[in-house]
């Protein structure tokens, strides 16, 4: 073999090699907070709750956390999973939103979603579509400290005390750097 003619042969080995260090994979997946207690007694028709978020234990997350390129929150759905008996809150009527961990107010708040009339039933839901505010923020999250708050607030129907469950699915798309593994 000649010398140009090997130095035909590398070229395309080169480039292959290149674009498989770029491969850029994106994995679709969901992560679920069941159960999270949404419980206030309130002296006024209002509610202000919070729901801690804790990426560190979604295992698709923690699998390429040192590769992570783009982090997209394509949708969150919140269903009501119970409604203790003390509860006398019948709708909300306000927003979801993610705070940042550590933030002590609602200035750095991204909104998910408005709550219109949402009622307090077992099984009641809502499907809230994502947004590049909230990929921004999905991002940030989880190469900061991977824990945020979910924020209830609004006003409401009946009476003051809040005293339901809620589950949170987060539908999630990641893209990672596959050859980092």
Do not use: W
Not at 77 to 103: C, F, H, K, W, Y
């Amino acid at each position: 073999m000649t010398r140009s003619s090997a130095r035909r042969a590398l070229v395309p080995s080169a480039l292959g090699l290149a674009v498989l260090t770029a491969c850029v994979v994106n994995l679709d997946f969901s992560y679920t907070i069941s159960g999270q207690a949404v419980q206030a007694l309130e002296t006024s028709n209002t509610i202000n709750s919070a729901i801690v978020i804790d990426f560190s234990g979604q295992p698709d997350i923690q699998a390429h956390k040192s590769s992570i390129e783009s982090l997209s929150l394509t949708a969150l759905d919140m269903t009501v999973s119970a409604v203790q008996t003390d509860n006398t809150i019948e709708t909300v009527t306000g927003t979801l939103s993610l705070r940042p961990d550590g933030a002590t107010d609602a200035s750095q708040d991204v909104l998910v979603g408005s709550l219109t009339a949402f009622p307090i039933t077992l099984g009641s839901g809502i499907h809230l579509v994502g947004s590049s505010a909230l990929d921004a923020f999905a991002l940030a999250t989880v190469q900061g400290t991977e824990r945020c708050t979910a924020i209830i607030s609004g006003t409401t129907t009946g009476g003051f005390t809040a005293d339901f469950s809620v589950d949170l699915q987060l539908t999630m798309s990641m893209g990672y750097d596959a050859s980092e593994l």
